[in-house]
């Protein structure tokens, strides 16, 4: 399959979104609201629950699954609250322990005027700063879209894995061929350009795993195993591993 | 940084601003008015007439901030490679070294800053806008961890329109790993004094440029995370007049204070010292 065919697949309606994967997950989950400085953005899902025997916190990227759901998510698109709410949760995290989940799904972080001004240039930054150094383990999964920076401010884990069917990419493809070849037909150049399929990021050395589509009570199981993993690192040997596995991106 | 290469820098930095007319005048963006070479560069890039701020290369940058002959460059020699065989990624490198007469779009080094050591990051807008790939990454985290080493404290200049696609992901992670090395810096007590200038934006705007314990702008930097063509194609929006720019960004509450060019070196001055301990 085309590179681009993969992005306008990750892209359709009917996929499994961030809130499939939160029943699956974490059945009793609990939702919380709220950045506590503006707002609650509602592309941003986020709580605690039981991952089998553990307390997890889970946060989502959520589309929506009609065209009133999506607009009443922001298409999945998060505003500079969104990322606030993600972080204090995860700072919460932090203090009782729990391990975190990240299920990403966005085409990008929120464009606007608003967004602007409230800051989404630092909420994404802050996240980067905070995450490089919570103190608990972290699990970031691409279920879908992983569009740019406003996908990248919830995966500064110790593990990233991806969906077979997902990206993750710089830019859209789109973007891409109209700000270098100001030809959007190009957009298919740029996706086969761009290394943004799950098994060429996983050659990269970027992501960490590549999961299988549609059997979520396998990738349930297998992100058990992780999270069980991680937990049982010490924590400084954990944000050393961190830094490392970003530190070594490019070199 | 031989007196030859120095000269070649100093012409180059007015393309940017203003059209070279003849070797020693250029006509200013904003005024059109035609300007002596001679009497901008005097007057740090600044334009006497109207006041417009030229785009200023990264090496002048780091001499105008820093104490004569104190700088000491790191990890010059690190250059960019076409690592996802990008198409015309190639030529687009060597172009930007050309023009730029870099290897890179950041300068590294140690300087003396008011008689205090001071490791110091210039970007420069004629590499690639500035973009961040492996190689701006890389330098920049080298010295963060080198700062943090040394106990050294980190004046960065920004200017960049974001993360280089050419690189794809490796390119975007690079925020992520040098935030990490950003706030390994902070966690020692290290200070990190930002200064943005025109414009810093994308990637770079959502991570080292936002993550200073002192965030300084010149005037007039655009400041923001997305475009401001791509905000307005989205959502049919027509921007306020002062979208984006420091003094707006600074009502909003992300930046502490703006500085002109002619007060920056005594600015962060001031503010090393108050940091002495
Ligand atoms: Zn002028």
Redesign the interface.
Known sequence: MEDYEIVLGARKEGRFTAVDYICEFVPDFVEFHGDRLYGDDSAVIGGIGYLKDVPVTVIGIEKGKNTQERIQHHFGSAHPEGYRKALRLMKQAEKFHRPVLCIVDTSG?F???E????????A???N???M??LKTPILSMIVGEGG??GA??L??SDAIWMMEDAY????SPE??AN??WKDIQKAN?AAQ????TAPK?YK?G?IDKICKPGDLKSLKEEIYQQIQYLKGQRIEKLLDD??MR??K??? | MGLKTFFLHANNELESGGQMLRPRKVCCKECQRQIPVSKIRKNNFVCPECGYYFTMRARRRILMLTDKRSFIELDRDLESINILDFPDYDEKLSAAREKSREKEGVICGTARIGGKETAIFSMDANFMMGSMGAVVGEKITRLFEYATEKKLSVVGVTVSGGARMQEGMISLMQMSKVSAAIKRHSNLGNLYIVLLTNPTTGGVDASLAMQGDITLAEPNARVGFAGPRVIEKSLNQTLPKDFQKASRVLECGFIDAIVPRKQQKEYIEKLLVLHDV
Do not use: N, P, T
């Not at chain 1, 993750?168 to 830019?171: E, L, T």
């Not at chain 1, 350009?193 to 943004?196: D, F, T």
């Open positions: 972080a464009c606007g005027i967004a602007e001004e409230r800051g989404q240039g630092r994404i930054a802050d980067l700063y905070e490089s150094d740019s920076g990248l401010a995966c500064h993750f990419s710089v830019v973007s891409c700000i270098l150049v350009s761009l290394a943004l990021l990269l970027l961190r830094y970003f530190r991106v490019g070199y």
